[in-house]
């Protein structure tokens, strides 16, 4: 059976409907969500226990609130999902620190355990709508912890804006969602915090809310003013800003196999293109290899068509927010406008089409990257591009 429809069968359809957790436990054997229970929590956040017994508590918190029944049927799948989903990384990230059990960053880990696991195992990849679904489950699973932490953050205004505008990618999210998600987080434990970290949930609510985001990214102008408020010049959404920018530098960004060559032969036959394939094979370097002379040679290269304002082609997997980030902040020194397009196919698509490159990229490397990755989100850049090929 298909895995939505999986989902879509396990997910209640009203508060009195049980929650099958042998179902639950078969259908996501392929991750370490079994391992769940025997990973212990600070018994001071978490008396409950192990974060299985938690997991159960958040589900049923959840399921119980009448808010989730007014959702889509789609978007119930996907925040139960989530939930089920949402302190996975515990099971990789939980240790020991002076005398305490901590889990350090395993929201991101944790979106990415479930991201390889509905992509690879699932079949939730290669067309638009799986790909929605997969990426707002694991866009609730990363900021999860958000709701709660927002007044932490040095500006929580854009903050919740920067969160905020993932909708415009993965259509099903919002702050609205992922109120709800932390909402039952707080709940579904026994501790003394309770009261006062569901105050910060409303707040962070109301917060997304008075931004316009609380149900669908907050709207700017223009691109242009867009990327400059996220890229942290003193810019207000509704400003409109003067677009200096010369021309284009488009950033492919894409597993290997997802035809990145095949996209610019289509879509771009004119722009140059610095492609680390090819300098891959003019140096003789293998993908296994060392990358350092690769990405030297890369930029070099880069900055040649940025000083003569040329627009043109970056053409690398670029799998990473990091590594685009080093990358973008290239570009936009020059002052270029930055468009990424992210590419994906199915897993049996990619794997056949990498089989037939000449320079092949051994399975095992691509796994790894599956399990690195996260695509390029609406604040990296000006524009951003899903696209299944």
């Known amino acids: 059976m298909d895995f939505i429809k999986q989902i879509e069968k396990l997910t209640p359809h009203s508060p009195s409907e049980e929650i099958d957790w042998d179902l639950i436990e078969n259908l ?124 932490e953050q040095e500006n929580p205004e854009k903050k919740a804006r920067e969160v905020g505008s993932i909708g415009d990618l993965a259509e099903d999210f919002s702050w609205k969602l992922l109120c709800m998600l932390a909402e039952a987080d707080v709940k579904g434990r026994i501790a003394e915090d309770i009261d006062e970290e569901l105050s910060l949930v409303q707040l962070a609510g109301m917060i997304a809310e008075e931004n316009g985001c609380l149900c669908t990214p907050c709207r700017f102008s223009d691109s242009h003013t867009g990327r400059a408020y996220f890229s942290g010049r003193n810019v207000h959404p509704n400003q409109v800003l003067f677009d200096d920018t010369w021309g284009e530098v488009i950033l492919l960004s894409g597993l290997p196999g997802t035809g990145k060559d095949t996209w610019i032969q289509k879509n771009c036959p004119g722009l140059p293109v610095v492609s680390l394939d090819e300098i891959r094979k003019e140096k003789r370097i293998k993908p296994t290899d060392q990358q350092g002379l690769v990405i030297q040679t890369a930029k070099e290269r880069a900055r040649e068509y940025l000083r003569k304002k040329q627009p043109f082609i970056w053409n690398a997997t670029d799998l990473t927010e990091d590594t685009r980030k080093k990358l973008i902040d290239l570009f936009e020194r020059y002052n270029a406008g930055v468009r990424i397009v992210y590419l994906e196919t199915t897993w049996s698509s990619m794997i056949e089409r990498n089989d037939g490159r000449e320079a092949l990229v051994p399975a095992a490397v691509i796994n790894r990257m599956l399990k690195t990755m996260v695509p390029p989100m609406p604040y990296e850049a000006r524009t951003v591009k899903w696209l299944c090929v």
């Open 28 to 151: 996501l054997a392929g991750t370490c969500f079994k391992g769940m229970r025997e990973t212990p929590q600070n018994p001071v956040f978490h008396a409950e226990g192990d974060v299985y017994r938690h997991t159960q508590m958040v589900c049923r918190e959840l399921t119980q609130t009448p808010a989730f029944y007014e959702l889509s049927h789609r978007q119930r799948e996907e925040l139960f999902l989530a939930a089920l989903f949402h302190d996975i990384g515990k099971v990789k990230t939980t240790r020991i620190e002076d005398g305490i059990w901590v889990s350090p960053h395993h929201s991101a880990t944790g979106s990415r355990i479930a991201r390889e696991f509905l992509w690879r195992d699932c079949g939730l990849c290669g067309e638009r709508e799986r790909m929605i679904f997969r990426e707002t489950v694991c866009a609730l699973i990363r900021y999860h912890m958000m709701p709660i932490h927002l007044m």
